[in-house]
């Protein structure tokens, strides 16, 4: 989708891009400034492979700060962005054969690289009536002998699904039944919640030692392209995760880990000021989508997708093109309205599409225009 938008795109034609994965926010001023002082200070030698001291301090700064959560700068892996925390994590834990349990709709990354650990993916499938969130019963009953991890992110990508603390306690009752399961908690969208307060499932002391947090910088504080991200685990894990970086990549950039310490540790109010945005472009966009006939639209509690079931499109034509799945839906869209999004199958629910709201007011209200406009010539 992303290649032939810009092939479209370098034909001249406007694509309104509704595929970003992306916060379209600059990185706030403070945290520019303190990557330029560390360029000016020298800051620029290896870094330790576990990331610097200070900024490991800076996490678990956060973490009591914003989760009241007790970790220590052992258990603290700085990694280059979160998705290699996640790989690292994956390549730690997960031996030939091992399952990994991951509820639908999740960030396609999660199966492909548990496939490269040679693990097996065990997907739940959580549907929007359930606000897909998987429940304590569909998860013990995926369980097995074989059970190495349980993975899952609130606020979810793609489906917005925020995971409430009564949610968290069921499903951590669950896992108090079978201490040989590790829980993955992916937290890299915390902050964009439209719902209320963010809930960890770390929370629940007793299961501490086997859950990884991940989280990072990116979507919070607009930094996609510094690439700093992180877990907070037990030793022996942040040690092992340690290990595997040492090999692959070694400690994150200087730089960023530099503007790193000054986004966790000062003000937050670039975070809300974007967040407020995002707020008014949710509540739009779902006005906008709610006009569109047969559109299934759960409203999502935190990132910034809509994720809508597209089915009632099925055996429709504009009498050209007959529309089959969403995966046809979406290359319609993109060839007809000229507005690009993804398709759901790279999340496991080949029914959805993903519209991102990580795009201007404006961009937002020509793009469903469009899409209005395209999906009425069905029938
Ligand atoms: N987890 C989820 C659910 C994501 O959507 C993403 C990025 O899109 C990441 C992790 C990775 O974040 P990073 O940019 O820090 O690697």
Not at 160 to 166: D, I, L, N, P, R
Not at 180 to 208: C, M, P, T
Not at 212 to 232: E, H, P, Q
Request: with cysteine; charged share 25%.
């Amino acid at each position: 989708m992303a290649k032939l938008g810009r092939e479209l795109r370098g034909k001249g034609i406007d694509v309104i891009d509704l595929s970003l994965g992306e916060p379209d926010f600059d990185t706030p001023q403070h945290i520019k400034d303190a990557a330029i002082k560390a360029i000016n200070d020298n800051w620029s030698h290896y870094t330790p492979v576990a990331g610097y001291l200070e900024l490991r301090e800076a996490v678990c700064f956060k973490l009591k700060r914003d989760n009241n959560l007790d970790y220590k700068p052992e258990n603290i892996v700085v990694s280059t962005g979160a998705k290699q925390s996640l790989a690292n994590t994956i390549f730690a834990l997960v031996d030939d054969d091992d399952e990994v349990i991951i509820p639908t709709p999740y960030w396609v990354t999660y199966s492909e690289l548990v496939k490269m650990a040679r693990g097996k993916v065990v997907e739940i499938r959580t549907h929007a009536d359930a606000c897909f969130k998987v429940t304590p019963e569909q998860v013990e009953a995926a369980i097995t002998s074989r059970t190495k991890l349980f993975m899952f992110s609130s606020p979810c990508n793609p489906s917005g699904a925020v995971y409430s603390k009564e949610e968290l306690s069921a499903l951590a009752d669950v896992f108090r039944r079978y201490p040989e399961v590790f829980i993955l908690s992916d937290e890299i969208y915390e902050y964009i919640n439209f719902v209320g307060r963010h809930e960890s499932i770390a929370q629940f002391d007793d299961l501490k030692d086997r859950i990884i947090l991940v989280n990072g910088l990116s979507k919070g504080f607009a930094m996609t392209g510094w690439r700093v991200g992180y877990i907070a685990a037990h030793t022996e894990v942040a040690k092992a995760c340690e290990k595997l970086q040492g090999q692959f990549t070694s400690g994150p950039n200087s730089i960023a880990q530099r503007a790193g310490i000054a986004a966790l540790t000062t003000d937050l109010k670039p975070t809300f000021e974007m967040v407020k945005e995002f707020t008014s472009r949710r509540k739009r966009v779902l006005e906008l989508a709610k006009q569109i006939p047969g559109l299934q639209c759960f409203e999502p509690g935190g990132a910034f997708y809509i994720f809508p079931d597209m089915s009632f499109y099925y055996g429709k034509t504009d009498g050209n093109i007959t529309i089959r799945n969403a995966s046809d839906l979406c290359m319609y869209l993109l060839n007809t309205a000229h507005v690009s999004s993804v398709m759901g199958d790279a999340f496991g629910e080949p029914d959805c599409v993903r519209f991102s709201f990580a795009n201007s007011m404006q961009n937002i209200e020509r793009g469903w225009e469009r899409i209005l406009g395209a999906l009425k010539k069905l029938s």
